[in-house]
């Protein structure tokens, strides 16, 4: 594989990143309605890789990518985690509640992982005439971090908006007169 070669997946993988960063954005612009299970599965194309990444995994991979794949998806979930809320608003409609720590996230954490990436490998070289890495292990990797952190994020909005649907119609219910 050549610079150039790498050099083309690497902007594929940034635009990859700019996509969800800009569907992540955008998910949080809309009130939600009905049920909820767009918040959950909004980004089901971001789930069609995940047969060939546990394919990957399996046949190339070892135990310890396999946790640190699963530790980092974590990892960097936690602070969309934290940071997201819903709120209930009079007209009925359930918004994601704005909040500025989570848009410095959502717009940080693109920025850090492409310097991060680009340091990493200008100071540390990992093409030469003795080493050619498992291109497709190292995507798999890197794309099984976005799957999970992108499910859990969801996961975790699918639930706090439940519970703030569930809490709305007590209100509701509350506030009608007896008979």
């Known amino acids: 594989m050549t610079q150039q070669q790498w050099d083309l ?5 940034w635009a ?21 299970f767009k918040l959950l599965f909004g980004d089901w194309l971001l ?20 946790v640190w794949t699963l530790g980092f998806g974590v990892l960097l979930a936690l602070p969309y985690i934290v940071t ?8 009925g409609t359930v918004r994601f509640q704005s909040n500025v720590l ?10 850090i992982r492409y310097t991060v990436r680009d340091r990493v490998f200008h100071s540390h ?11 497709e292990l190292m995507l798999a990797e890197y794309v099984g971090v976005l799957v999970l952190l992108t499910f859990l994020w969801r996961l975790y909005m699918y ?7 569930r809490r709305q119609g007590r209100i509701q219910e509350d506030q009608i007169p007896a008979l």
């Open 9 to 13: 997946i690497g902007y594929g993988v």
């Open 16 to 36: 990859l990143i700019i996509w969800m960063t800009l569907k992540q954005f955008l998910q949080t612009r809309r009130p939600v309605q009905g049920r909820g």
């Open 47 to 66: 789930f069609a890789p995940v047969p060939w990444i546990a394919y990957r995994m399996i046949e190339r991979g070892t135990m310890q990518q396999l």
């Open 84 to 91: 997201t809320r819903f709120k209930a608003f009079p007209d």
């Open 102 to 111: 989570f848009y410095i996230f959502l717009f940080t954490l693109p920025y």
């Open 125 to 135: 070289p990992i093409l030469d005439a003795q080493h050619r890495p498992d291109i």
């Open 159 to 165: 639930i706090s908006y439940r519970r703030v649907v």
